[in-house]
C-alpha cells in the first residue's frame, strides 16, 4: 500500500496506526527458525511489524527466501544475494544457512535472477569483506562492479554488505552511478556516513543499535528520509538471552525516535514510507 506522506502530520491518524514497522533485512531461512518461523511472524505482526526482507546469501538460500515469499506474502518479501566471500568459494562464514556448493556462480544467479524479477524487491545482500578475506581484495572489487553494472539493467535496489571494506564499498557503488542503495549494517567512521548520506543512500538502524553507540551516532546523523531499520536476524540481537527475530526491531525505532525527538509512532510511518519509496511495496 501507498503511505501518503501527508499521514505524517496527523496525529489522529497516528494514535490509529499505530506502529508501522519494518524489518529490511533479515535471514528467517536459518536452522533457528526451523521449527519456530510461524511463531516469531505470529510475533512480529503482533508487535507491528508490516514487512520483513529476508535476504539469501548464495544458489541455496536465494531458491530459499523466494519459497518463504511464496508461503507468507502478507508480510515476507526477499532480495537475492551473492554473498562477497561465496564469490571466492570461502562460504558465507554464518553457521546456520545453507551452504554453497562449490564457489557461486555469477552468471547462473544472474539469470536466476533475472527470472525472479518480478518475485523479488531487490538485490542483496552483496559487497564486499575484508573482514574475513585478507589478501583478494582486487578480486572482490571486480566481482561487486560487476554485480552493480547487472543491478543497474535490472533497475532494482541494492541491500550492502560493506564489513570492513566501508570506504572501497563506497567508491565503487559511487562509481556505478546507482541511487537506490541501501547500506547494511554502515559501521563506517563519520566521514564515511557523511560521504554515503551525500551520495543519497539509505542508511539502515539494526535492532542491536539498542546497546552500540555507533549506530546511535548514525541515526543522528543520517537524515531522517534517509533512515530505515533492520535486525540482521537471528544475528545481532538486542537481548543478548535471545536469537534475534524481527518484532525486535522496535528497538531500531526507539533509537531512531531519541535521535529525532519524535515519537516512536511518528518515526515508525517515516521509516515505513521510506521503506515503500525504496522497495516500492
Known amino acids: 500500500m501507498e503511505l ?10 497516528w494514535h490509529l496506526m499505530g506502529l508501522m514497522l519494518v524489518d529490511c533485512h533479515s535471514h528467517l531461512t536459518h536452522k533457528y527458525y526451523e521449527d519456530k518461523l510461524e511463531a516469531v511472524l505470529d510475533r512480529a505482526r503482533k508487535a507491528g511489524v508490516k514487512r520483513i526482507i529476508c535476504s539469501g546469501v548464495n544458489t541455496p538460500t536465494n531458491r530459499e527466501v523466494l519459497a518463504l515469499v511464496k508461503k ?14 561465496e564469490l571466492l568459494g570461502m562460504g558465507a562464514d554464518e553457521a546456520g544457512l545453507s551452504t554453497q556448493k562449490g564457489t557461486l ?13 518480478e518475485h523479488i524487491v531487490g538485490i ?7 573482514k574475513w578475506d585478507k589478501t583478494r581484495h582486487e578480486e572482490q572489487k571486480k566481482h561487486f562492479a560487476r554485480i552493480l553494472e547487472h ?5 532494482l535496489p541494492v541491500v550492502i554488505h560493506s564489513r570492513n ?17 541501501m547500506l547494511h549494517c554502515f559501521s563506517g567512521k563519520k566521514s564515511l556516513v557523511k560521504r554515503a548520506i551525500d551520495l543519497g543512500y539509505y542508511i539502515s538502524i539494526p535492532a542491536v543499535s539498542k546497546k552500540l553507540q555507533h549506530f546511535q551516532m548514525v541515526a543522528e546523523m543520517t537524515p531522517l ?3 530505515l531499520t533492520e535486525t540482521d536476524a537471528p544475528w545481532l540481537t538486542p537481548y543478548p538471552e535471545s536469537y534475534n527475530e524481527p ?6 525505532i526507539k533509537v531512531i525516535a531519541k535521535a529525532k525527538g519524535m515519537t516512536e509512532e511518528e518515526s515508525s510511518l517515516q521509516v515505513f514510507k521510506n521503506y515503500m519509496d525504496l522497495f516500492g511495496r
Not at 542483496?124 to 575484508?130: C, F, H, I, R, S
Not at 543491478?151 to 533497475?155: A, P, S, Y
Not at 518484532?247 to 531500531?252: G, L, Q
Open 4 to 13: 501518503e506522506a501527508s499521514l505524517l502530520y496527523r496525529p489522529l491518524l
Open 72 to 85: 507468507y506474502p502478507d508480510i515476507i518479501h526477499c532480495t537475492l544475494g551473492l554473498y562477497p566471500t
Open 105 to 117: 556462480d555469477l552468471d547462473e544467479e544472474f539469470a536466476f535472477i533475472a527470472k525472479n524479477k
Open 124 to 130: 542483496g545482500e552483496v559487497g564486499m569483506d575484508y
Open 151 to 155: 543491478v543497474k539493467k535490472l533497475n
Open 165 to 181: 571494506a566501508e570506504s572501497d564499498c563506497l567508491d565503487i557503488l559511487e562509481a556505478s552511478g546507482l541511487k537506490k542503495v
Open 225 to 227: 528520509a534517509q533512515l
Open 247 to 252: 518484532s525486535f526491531i522496535i528497538e531500531s
